[in-house]
């Protein structure tokens, strides 16, 4: 077996993704030692418990000591509190990471509070709408994209005259994310923080305001909406049960593509109304059919599942209106 990418890995914030990303980098051979500190004590004692980290420790700035990599998996707006608290037990040189949802104003946050580390920012696009550490689980990143998004401008120790320790920093965290099993992509964070706002925080807002509309919806009681929750509207469910603190901070911190994709989105949707108001049958049948070419390209693209509804067993997940979804 290789030696493994990197000696020690210090984790802060060890639930969903920190825990995965142990598991997976296990798994994968592709750390020596593990460290971990979290802000919860229940959290930590769960890590103790699962036997995720070779040491739980009572700081930030602890766990990191002696690390090669520091990974930051808080929420967004954590990100910037954790750095600052773990700041003095991170090293010169070392190379620091996160996996948060929005890149731009992360990326500030930690090279504000590390100027002497080598920041790569990046992002798992991949998740589960559970929290936590017993949620992880070693192939979360498998055949996913990894999207590092490496500083255009390295920070001062390491500037135009010799950045080629940053690029080699580059090079190895897209070697440990290929050991995780996902593809990895290079990007520049504001592009990054345009397009995860137009396929993942669009779509978890609308769900989350469909959901909570639906829930007080007059004349259609709670009890109605639970029974004949129908495919539609239960993978919305789905959906709008993702992390309410982590989602709180996605919109604060990439609130200005949100709100230019949100515009956007509400032009279309006035369009769509037009079209059903005004019996306008082409258009949508030209909309639904692109739609629907755009999903058959995720699947063939090996994104998601061809399975009928999700791959879900139909003999114990149908409703009454389940066939006409
Ligand atoms: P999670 O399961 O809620 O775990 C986060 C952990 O970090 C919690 O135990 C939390 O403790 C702890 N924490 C909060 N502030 C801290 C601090 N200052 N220092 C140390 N620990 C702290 O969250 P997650 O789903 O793994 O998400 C972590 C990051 O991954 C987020 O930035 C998110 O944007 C990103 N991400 C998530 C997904 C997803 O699907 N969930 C996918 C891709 C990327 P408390 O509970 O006490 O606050």
Request: charged share 20%.
């Amino acid at each position: 077996m290789s030696p493994p990418i990197y000696q020690k890995m210090a984790v802060i914030g060890c639930g969903l993704i920190g825990s995965s990303m142990i598991r997976a980098a296990r798994a994968a051979g592709a750390v020596g030692e593990v460290a971990v500190f979290d802000a919860s004590e229940a959290a930590r004692a769960r890590i103790v418990a699962l036997g995720y980290a070779d040491r739980v420790a009572d700081s930030a700035a602890d766990a990191c000591r002696g690390a090669d990599l520091v990974v930051f998996a808080v929420p967004p707006m954590a990100m910037g509190e954790a750095a600052r608290a773990a700041a003095p037990g991170i090293a010169a040189g070392v190379t620091v990471t996160d996996v948060g949802s929005v890149k731009a104003a992360i990326a500030a946050a930690l090279i504000a509070a590390l100027p002497d580390a080598l920041v790569i920012p990046g992002h798992p696009i991949a998740g589960t709408e559970q929290s936590g550490p017993d949620a992880g689980f070693a192939e979360l990143f498998q055949n996913r994209w990894t999207i590092l998004t490496p500083q255009a401008q390295v920070q001062a120790p390491y500037q135009a005259a010799d950045d080629t320790p940053y690029q080699v920093a580059v090079e190895r965290l897209t070697d440990f994310w290929t050991a995780l099993g996902a593809n990895v992509e290079l990007m520049d964070a504001a592009h990054h923080d345009l397009v995860l706002a137009v396929t993942s925080h669009l779509p978890h807002l609308i769900a989350y305001t469909i959901v909570g509309a639906a829930a007080d919806l007059e004349g259609v009681t709670r009890g109605e909406v639970m029974k004949y929750s129908a495919g539609g509207f239960r993978d919305f469910t789905r959906i709008a049960a993702s992390d309410p603190t982590m989602w709180r901070d996605v919109f604060l911190t990439n609130k200005d593509a949100v709100l230019e994709v949100l515009g956007r989105f509400t032009e279309d949707l006035q369009a769509m109304s037009r079209a059903i108001r005004w019996g306008e049958g082409d258009k949508l049948f030209d909309q639904f059919s692109r739609t629907r070419e755009i999903r058959r390209g995720i699947i063939a693209a090996g994104q998601e599942s061809a399975a009928p509804n999700f791959g879900r067993d139909v003999r114990t997940t149908e409703t009454p209106d389940t066939k006409s979804q």
